[in-house]
């Protein structure tokens, strides 16, 4: 079956210190990969998105993320974490045809000070 | 300007009561979208405009009837509401290329009481 998979639910990290959060994919092509951030009481921002060509791709608030297709991942990451970088983070998969984003279940972004 | 607006924001109500969730874009998009978030945070795809015509009705009860005036309006009207009905309501628009990137809205808050 297809699906999206975010193994962490939630994750802390210190301000300052660098981040990754996990996406795993389970689609017979390769899908187009989006990742949103939804701040608490806020819809969802688009960080970044991947359709083809370069696999690290930039995105917005200086994060940025790598498809590898051989591991079906698409993880993002940033090397820096800002206090107001803690949200809810979702990593999403299109299909050409389908016009409905899969979201994954998300991961919960904790920063301490 | 707003992108992917919607109104209202909140909206508590009693069970069997009828209500209605608007949502416009003017970002000159032709594919419009309601997605459900539910307290778990999980989002799903419920149904998706194409054009004015629906394209995805992703087995909603047809409680949830979604009308599409334009190609920059969608409603969503929700019959004899249920408690389980709470959630939050997202719009999103995108332009019906493939790997269409999805623009939401902020979302509307539900509390069926």
């Known amino acids: 079956a297809q699906s999206v998979t975010q193994p962490d639910i939630h994750i802390t990290v210190s301000e300052g210190a660098s981040l990754e959060l996990r996406c795993n994919y389970s689609?017979?092509?390769?899908?187009?990969l989006f990742w949103y951030v939804q701040s608490p009481g806020q819809g969802l921002q688009l960080l970044l998105k991947y359709f083809s060509g370069d696999t690290l791709v930039q995105g917005i608030k200086g994060f940025e993320a790598e498809f590898k297709r051989s591991q079906s991942s698409f993880n993002l990451r940033k090397p820096s974490v800002h206090w107001s970088d803690a949200a809810e983070y979702f990593c999403a998969v299109g299909l050409t045809g389908r016009r409905a984003l899969t979201f994954g279940s998300g991961t919960r972004l904790q920063v301490q000070p | 300007d707003t992108a992917v607006s919607q109104t209202p924001k909140y909206l508590v109500t009693q069970m069997g009561n009828d209500k209605s969730i608007k949502c416009e874009q003017n970002?000159?998009?032709?594919?419009m979208y309601w997605y459900k978030q539910d307290s778990k945070k999980f989002l799903k795809i419920m149904f998706s405009?194409?054009?004015?015509?629906?394209?995805i009705n992703e087995t909603v009860p047809n409680r949830f009837s979604p009308k599409s005036p334009d190609k920059a309006h969608l409603n969503l009207h929700i019959n004899s509401l249920e408690l389980g009905d709470s959630a939050v309501y997202f719009c999103?628009?995108?332009?019906?290329?493939?790997?269409?990137?999805?623009?939401f809205g902020p979302g509307t808050r539900l509390l069926v009481l």
């Open positions: 999103a628009s995108s332009q019906a290329t493939g790997g269409e990137t999805q623009y």
């Open positions: 689609y017979g092509a390769t899908p187009y």
């Open positions: 405009y194409n054009n004015k015509e629906l394209i």
């Open positions: 970002l000159g998009h032709d594919t």
